[in-house]
């Protein structure tokens, strides 16, 4: 068995889709190429930009951060990461410190945003006060809201997050199944946002398999955080990406298949559900919604209510 | 014939049966194939790699919850 594009004995990967088997220099590239070569295809990002990496410390977000850093020290863009801690005991902490150590070996701005400060709330004391929603909902809503405001703060012109095809596949699978068109409509390689208050988000990853990217970040060598986060394990995406993961084995093309049939749809998708919303300012926090407290805001007077219930019902 | 399997935490030494493949050896300690990436001698290798004699395995976990 050789590499099909060197000879060199040694490969580290087969890719059942395409037939292709690569040594480990030439899947590096091959990745490496199909990042950069996307991102110039879908114009996700110019010359001048300004680019806020949502860092983790995981494995999708330390990969595009090392691709997106051959534009930085080629000076083509701006390159800066935030990090959020959502308050999850020991889970997070290492993390945190792998991302802040791949910054300062980029020698680029990052900041540490935890949702205590932000909404005196961690995501474990959210969770343990019995809230009515999954914590993935609220991880996500409180996620987005303190990504967008850090990175308009830093000046940031795009936001990258590091989604994968494994991710986008999920999702495209999870909105239809729920009937939720208008979160279908969302999903895509860059956002459009109504307003200016909300920063580019775009996702370079977003045709890469997740298992690809674990490849990349140990042929690569580079630390990155690989466990589960504890609270994922009973969400509904999970059940979903087990059954797109069986389907895969006797059909290795259906994740790319999905997310092509998908882009081509959501154009009229797109044109059939155009939300038309007016966007305000959240009364409470002054960030862009379209109702007139923000998600973020209405969640967390929901589960302060719910604290407070609690003590009450404690007490008495 | 032996070989040494590293799998998260866990670390301990296997007789080895002959032409084991990667692909066999997950199959029998039940790991899925697409969540792990696996090396030999500290370097990664395919599902078809044959296991030698006194070689050091190691599962590495990639992809958790689903
Ligand atoms: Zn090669
Ligand atoms: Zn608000």
């Known amino acids: ?316 | 014939m032996q070989f040494t399997l590293i799998n998260g935490e866990k670390k301990e030494t296997k007789p080895l049966k002959k032409n084991l493949t990667i692909k066999k050896l997950l199959d029998e300690i039940e790991t899925p194939l697409e969540t792990v990436v696996v090396k030999k001698n500290g370097e990664i290798v395919i599902e078809e790699e044959i296991i030698q004699d006194e070689d050091i395995i190691e599962v590495i976990h990639i992809i958790y919850g689903g």
């Not at chain 1, 950069?36 to 001048?48: A, M, N």
């Not at chain 1, 330390?62 to 020991?90: C, F, H, P, W």
């Not at chain 1, 790319?256 to 009229?268: E, H, M, N, P, Q």
Request: glycine content about 6%.
């Open chain 1, 1 to 316: 068995m050789k590499c099909t594009r060197c000879d060199k004995a040694e490969i580290i990967i087969e890719r059942k889709h395409s037939g292709q088997r690569l040594c480990i220099e030439c899947f590096i590239l091959s990745i490496q190429k199909k990042v950069l070569k996307d991102i110039r295809k879908q114009k996700l990002i110019e010359k001048g930009d300004r680019v806020a990496v949502a860092l983790s410390g995981g494995k999708d977000s330390v990969t595009v951060l090392d691709i997106l850093n051959s534009l930085y020290e080629r000076k083509i863009i701006d390159l800066m990461a935030i990090t959020i801690d959502e308050g999850i005991q020991g889970y997070r902490d290492e993390a945190i410190q792998i991302a802040a150590k791949h910054a300062q070996q980029l020698g680029i701005k990052h900041r540490i945003v935890s949702f205590k400060e932000c909404f005196n709330l961690s995501l474990d004391e959210i969770m343990a006060s019995d809230p009515s929603r999954g914590a993935c909902t609220y991880c996500g809503v409180l996620r987005r809201w303190i990504i967008n405001k850090t990175a308009r703060e830093m000046g940031a012109t795009k936001i990258v997050t590091g989604h994968n095809l494994d991710d986008e596949t999920q999702s495209i699978l999870m909105n239809y199944l729920e009937g939720n068109i208008d979160n279908l409509t969302r999903i895509g390689a860059r956002t459009f946002p109504a307003s200016d208050n909300f920063v580019v988000k775009i996702k370079p990853l977003r045709e890469i398999p997740e298992k690809e990217v674990g490849i990349y970040v140990l042929a690569r060598n580079l630390e990155a955080h690989f466990a589960g986060c504890p609270y994922s394990r009973d969400s509904f995406r999970a059940e979903i990406a087990q059954i797109v993961k069986d389907l895969s084995k006797n059909h290795p093309t259906i994740m790319y298949s999905t997310l092509r049939g998908f882009d081509k749809i959501k154009i009229a998708l797109k044109k059939e559900y155009s939300p038309g919303f007016n966007l305000k300012n959240c009364i409470n926090c002054g960030e862009p919604s379209a109702q007139k407290l923000c998600r973020a805001c209405l969640f967390c007077r929901e589960i302060e209510k719910h604290i407070h219930r609690n003590k009450f019902n404690a007490n008495y």
